[in-house]
């Protein structure tokens, strides 16, 4: 059974630092793009950054880009997210999800994934 479990939230202050990891079991992530969404509350939820299967490939929304970024371990079955100079606006939570796509990935929208975690929860506050 395909699995994604996030972790790695928390609460941090604004410039501060996180790393989020997506575990994936019960498939090969190789072959697999994993994207990062976010949800703030009382709003959709938003790409925020992707890898293709062969990590040739990674996208970033234009909110995130310079301060974020996306890399995989393979033999780990593990995404990270590293989450640098954060921003109170960065609040949410998020989500890793998986679509088998060994080329390409994408942040523009999330019905292009099939298979998604329960979400970590990010609050960036003073």
């Known amino acids: 059974q395909l699995q994604l479990v996030e972790s790695g939230g928390g609460l941090v202050q604004p410039g501060g630092s996180l790393r989020l990891s997506c575990a994936t079991s019960?498939?090969?992530?190789?072959?697999?793009?994993i994207g990062w969404f976010r949800q703030a509350p009382g709003k959709g939820r938003e790409g925020v950054s992707c890898i293709s299967g062969s990590a040739a490939r990674t996208a970033y929304a234009d909110s995130v880009k310079g301060r974020f970024s996306i890399s995989k371990d393979n033999a780990k079955n593990t995404v990270y997210l590293q989450m640098n100079s954060l921003k109170p606006e960065d609040t949410g939570v998020y989500y890793c999800a998986a679509v088998r796509n060994l080329a390409s990935c994408t942040v523009v929208g999330d019905r292009a994934y099939n298979y998604w975690g329960q979400g970590t929860q990010v609050t960036v506050s003073s």
């Open positions: 019960g498939f090969t992530l190789a072959y697999y793009a």
